[in-house]
């Protein structure tokens, strides 16, 4: 499918994406997709206060109904779900599985957020007073400004938005700039889901902001935006935080990993294998989830990377969208420079690579394909301890437990982790208090693709929010305390006495 094709099915009108200053490029082959419009300050300004307006009336709306708005936006995605999978794929370079994958991943958070429009509630608490009554409410926040990057251009605005939507907010996203089309085909089935609910002016409650950096920053500063949920990396979480936080209001923060995946002698090696290979490789190395590091007990180490060298061997690397690819390219020549450096630094440290060579030159000389590099490294140095966001991964050997899980922790970042065992105490270990530090800790499966119904976020430099499924919804409502006295007298907690 053509992108002209594709944007006319996802029904984003030529003039939206033929002309303007924004460039889109492909990393397929460096080819221009479409060109957009970029927003001024002031525009910007404009949009944000076009959401709070929005927000204003939609706060009142019964949360199932809002539902219903999410509903009808989860049956575009689905009906969608080919064009947009394969736009995804166009514009970011995944493979075509993976592009169908982040769609789907959005029609799931639908799904999720319909059911949560009737299970927003609260706690009623025993009152130390008689005839009192407590209770807690969660009221919509306003605001919330989504900040995304380029590797899931729309399934994380998707899990911020499913759930403001149904938590009665409004929502101004600043999508990544090498991802604009996504980003305005997605605006675009969202504002069908309001047409086809009979309100087409509840499209105000989503907002985009097309631009660069400084249009994120005007969303971290700006007074009608309560809670800002951001993507990306590290330092763009250390550039938003501070002037978030300088005016009080809340973040989500999204930040660099640097996921480890633990083999322990009694491994199902088959699996791990398969597990690792998605892990490192899949997606280009470009998730958060990414596997960029192997702990492997040096009793099975050999074993584990004889096969692990004959599957990155037989790796079909390629066009994104031809049959039988697993790994596409890497966003852009700058991913491709940050990756031979910091194989270089390896080197230079000690480390033995294997691939991360660049491929593919002659039949895309404006494209950035690598080898995804294996890299067995005599220690946990600083290139190590640092997200490289390619197709980077480090081999660590260990003899004891307790040592794995010190290299597992003795990294900056602390979002996803994994441990391969067949023994219940090295599992639950890693599982407990003592073990993993990060927001996810698996056993068994690899370090990425989770699904929506769980909390998804990091501990440390990740920034500690938390996204999705489980009770994330409550960051984005306001919480009341509210004491109602059913009492005929005024008695004061705490046996206070106050009479005149
Ligand atoms: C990201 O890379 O920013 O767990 C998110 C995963 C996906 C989300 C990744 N569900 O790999």
Not at 209 to 217: K, N, S
């Amino acid at each position: 499918m053509n992108i002209a094709t594709l944007m006319d099915r996802l029904g984003v009108p030529a003039q939206d994406w033929q002309d303007g200053p924004l460039e889109s490029r492909s990393p397929i082959d460096g080819a221009v997709l479409g060109r957009v419009a970029v927003h001024s300050q002031a525009q910007a300004r404009e949009r944000i206060e076009a959401a709070h307006q929005a927000f204003l009336q939609w706060r009142e709306v019964p949360a199932p109904r809002r539902g219903e708005l999410v509903r009808l936006f989860g049956e575009e995605l689905r009906r969608h779900k080919e064009a947009l999978g394969h736009l995804v794929s166009l514009e970011v370079g995944k493979i075509a599985s993976e592009g169908a994958g982040e769609v789907q991943e959005m029609i799931d958070i639908c799904d999720f957020a319909v059911g949560l429009s009737r299970q927003l509630h609260g706690l009623t608490i025993a009152s130390e007073r008689p005839g009192h009554r407590m209770m807690e409410t969660w009221h919509p926040l306003g605001v919330v400004g989504v900040i995304s990057a380029f590797n899931f251009p729309v399934a994380v605005w998707s899990w911020n938005a499913a759930l403001a939507f149904v938590c009665g907010d409004a929502v101004v996203w600043k999508p990544s700039e090498k991802a604009p089309l996504a980003a305005l085909a997605t605006q675009r089935l969202f504002e069908r889901a309001c047409e086809r609910c009979g309100e087409p002016q509840w499209a105000q409650l989503s907002q985009l902001l097309i631009g660069d950096a400084h249009l994120g920053e005007l969303l971290a500063d700006h007074p009608r935006v309560p809670l800002v949920s951001a993507t990306g990396s590290t330092r763009m979480g250390r550039a938003v935080a501070p002037r978030v936080a300088q005016r009080f209001g809340r973040c989500i923060l999204e930040l660099g990993g640097n996921n480890a995946i633990v083999v322990t002698p009694s491994a199902d090696l088959e699996l791990a294998v398969r597990a690792i290979l998605f892990a490192a490789v899949g997606t280009a190395g470009q998730r958060c989830t990414t596997a960029r590091r192997l702990i492997v007990h040096e009793e099975v180490a050999a074993p584990l990377l004889e096969r692990l060298r004959r599957a990155y061997a037989s790796l079909r690397i390629g066009h994104p969208l031809e049959a039988g690819t697993l790994v596409g390219p890497l966003i852009d020549r700058a991913a491709f420079d940050a990756m031979q450096s910091a194989l270089e630094q390896a080197r230079r440290d000690g480390g033995r690579v294997e691939g991360g060579e660049r491929v593919l030159a002659e039949r895309f000389p404006e494209a950035w394909y690598v080898r995804p590099a294996l890299v067995e490294m005599p220690a946990q140095t600083d290139v190590v301890r640092h997200e490289t966001f390619a197709p980077i991964l480090y081999v660590l050997r260990y003899r004891g437990f307790d040592e794995a899980l010190a290299l597992h922790n003795d990294v900056p970042q602390g979002l996803s982790s994994a441990i391969f065992t067949n023994d219940l105490r090295e599992a639950e270990t890693f599982l407990s208090a003592r073990g993993s530090d990060c927001g996810i800790a698996n056993v068994n499966i690899g370090t990425s693709g989770a699904e929506i119904g769980g909390a998804f976020g990091g501990e440390k430099e990740t920034g500690g929010g938390r996204e999705s499924g489980s009770d994330c919804w409550k960051a984005y409502m306001r919480r009341a305390t509210n004491t109602v006295n059913y009492s005929g007298s005024l008695p004061l907690a705490q046996g206070v006495k106050f009479d005149l």
